[in-house]
């Protein structure tokens, strides 16, 4: 039976990358480092589409097709992220958050474009992370859900550090219509496609 041209032999993952990994599967400095690809058992041409960096963890998307990675990562797809910061943080910062705030970002000043960001009421159930976070005796913290469609290299981070409330612990919990729900550290879950 012939192969249906629209017909795809490309192979999609949703992960929870786990804190500690680097977004890749090839690191070149000398320095050890934990890498996707001792998560599992991907195939060679296997692609992190966007990164998290090494102190990030939660929903990562890999595929062994080009052009779907560049569909996920256009700025038409949202990335929502659950923020624990240090300190309570207050309805004004989440103001200037949705704003856009001066961030840094290639040695330039950058402003960062309007997002959508409000306060968690309720603390997130994540499993725990393999360092700890600061305990109590440092003072309060408080969470945030902040969902951008651009991704510059440690925005989040960033963001929230120009407001007064740097970041403790980041997890990304969707890209577009895709979530986190209850992926467990270092889970690997193969689906047809993404449906972003």
């Given amino acids: ?40 058992h991907f195939p060679n041409n296997t ?29 038409k797809v949202e990335k929502e992220y659950y923020v624990q910061v240090d300190g309570i943080i207050t309805q004004l910062a989440i103001e200037e958050l949705k704003n856009g705030v001066l961030i840094g970002f290639n040695g330039k000043k950058y402003v ?3 997002c959508t960001a409000h306060i968690l009421n309720e603390v997130p159930i994540f499993p725990e992370r393999a360092k700890k976070i600061r305990d109590e005796r440092h003072g309060p913290t408080s969470w945030l859900s902040i969902t951008i469609n651009e991704g510059k290299f440690r925005q989040v981070r960033k963001m929230t550090s120009a407001v007064g409330f740097p ?7 969707r890209v577009g ?3 986190l729900n209850d992926l467990q550290p270092g889970e690997v879950l193969e689906v047809n496609n993404f449906e972003v």
Avoid: W
């Fill in 47 to 75: 692609m992190a589409i966007g990164r998290l960096d090494e102190d990030s963890e939660g929903l990562l998307l890999l595929t062994t097709d080009g052009m779907m990675s560049e569909i996920v990562r256009s700025k």
């Fill in 112 to 114: 960062t474009k309007k």
């Fill in 177 to 179: 219509n895709i979530f």
């Fill in 1 to 40: 039976m012939p192969q249906n041209k629209f017909m795809s032999n490309h192979q999609h993952f949703l992960i929870y990358k786990p804190y500690g990994y680097l977004s890749q599967f090839v690191y070149e400095l000398k320095r050890p480092k934990k890498l996707l690809g001792e998560l599992f």
């Fill in 167 to 173: 970041t403790l612990r980041l997890v990304r919990v």
